[in-house]
């Protein structure tokens, strides 16, 4: 898998945090051998979460579908760059926002 996903998780933005625990399972049906999730880290302000795959663009469709039934996609932002690389290219929202760090 060449790409980094990363979705953003604003913390403000979530009522709970409880939905990491299932997160990754409910993802594996849904993304199949298209990508593979990676974990996440938390921090004070956000929640980054990692998917390894070739088409990011395409993944994160599926993940954000996943997202919208669970009611988990508002304050969340997405972008992907090389496995190793420092240039983040943003998947989401579609309007252009500031340069994608993980904070």
């Known amino acids: 898998m060449e790409y980094e996903l990363v ?3 604003y913390r403000p933005s979530l ?3 409880s939905f990491l625990a299932t997160l990754e399972e ?7 051998t298209t990508a593979r999730t990676d974990g ?3 921090r004070p302000k956000a929640i980054n979460f990692f ?9 994160f469709r599926k993940i954000r579908s996943v997202l919208e039934a ?4 508002r304050g969340v932002s997405a972008a992907y760059r090389l496995v190793g690389g420092a240039q983040f ?4 929202p579609t309007r252009r926002m ?3 760090t993980l904070d």
Request: charged fraction near 40%; avoid cysteine; glycine fraction near 6%.
């Open 70 to 73: 669970r009611g988990i996609d």
């Open 51 to 59: 998917v390894q795959a070739d088409d990011p663009r395409t993944v």
């Open 26 to 32: 409910e993802l594996k049906p849904v993304l199949g």
């Open 40 to 42: 996440y880290d938390v």
């Open 7 to 9: 979705i953003k998780f």
């Open 89 to 92: 290219t943003s998947v989401w």
């Open 98 to 100: 500031r340069r994608f």
């Open 15 to 17: 009522d709970d945090e």
